[in-house]
């Protein structure tokens, strides 16, 4: 069974804080993506990957970074965590023409 | 501007009726087309899509929905909804079928009423 995780469920950061957003694929796929959903805004593309090392912006980048040193993993960093970036994070990796998600984390900034 | 429309934001159906949940979608040619459903505290997981061929598609769960090119709308139906069809659904494109970079609408909170 396909299976996507991410590191935490809920976290509580300060804001400045520098926060990693960890999600693990076990389906050998390519492309892995980071959305956040907020209310009656949906999900936003944040960015996606296409390969080991490779990177594309999505729809709102600013202020994230990633990284995909492996294959299997693809990171979100908030570089110094604003209270505007509180929001649930989902990650999709993509396989057989279909995203599929992990349960997304919960992200409170303070 | 391209864009993916759901312009029911909450429907409340009772337990049994039939369900209907909206979707159009505002690109030149005809993209893929998936409906995904997030219950509570969850991911979201596939409901169905269509990419080509016959345009009434069936998924899981009961669910199914038909492509209308001349409205440009991909509705999600069910005949008769359970109460675990609560949920939040999402409707989403890929609008250039196969780049995989899915616009998603707004989605549509469903409450059913037993």
């Known amino acids: 069974d396909v299976k996507v995780t991410q590191s935490s469920r809920y976290l509580v950061k300060r804001t400045g804080e520098k926060v990693f957003l960890e999600c693990v694929q076990d389906m050998d796929h390519e492309n892995m993506f980071w959305y956040r959903q907020d209310p009656g805004l949906g999900l936003r593309l944040i960015y996606f990957?296409?390969?080991?090392?490779?990177?594309e912006k999505g729809d709102i980048p600013e202020g994230y970074s990633v990284s995909r040193e492996k294959k299997e993993r693809f990171s979100l960093i908030l570089e110094s965590a604003s209270t505007n970036q509180t929001s649930m994070y989902l990650c999709?990796?993509?396989?057989?023409?279909?995203?599929?998600f992990g349960p997304g984390t919960r992200l409170t900034v303070t | 501007a391209q864009s993916v429309t759901q312009p029911d934001i909450h429907i409340t159906v009772s337990e049994g009726a039939s369900l209907e949940l909206r979707c159009n979608y505002s690109y030149g040619a005809t993209p893929y087309l998936f409906w995904y459903v997030q219950s509570p505290g969850q991911g979201l997981q596939l409901l169905l899509k269509y990419f080509s061929g016959d345009t009434l598609v069936q998924g899981i769960k009961g669910f199914e929905a038909e492509f209308k090119r001349s409205q440009s709308s991909f509705n999600l139906r069910k005949p008769s909804v359970h109460w675990s069809d609560a949920a939040e659904y999402f409707c989403a494109v890929d609008p250039t079928s196969g780049t995989y970079k899915y616009i998603f609408g707004t989605g549509t909170r469903l409450k059913v009423l037993a």
């Open positions: 990957s296409y390969d080991v090392k490779m990177k």
């Open positions: 999709a990796s993509q396989g057989n023409d279909e995203q599929y």
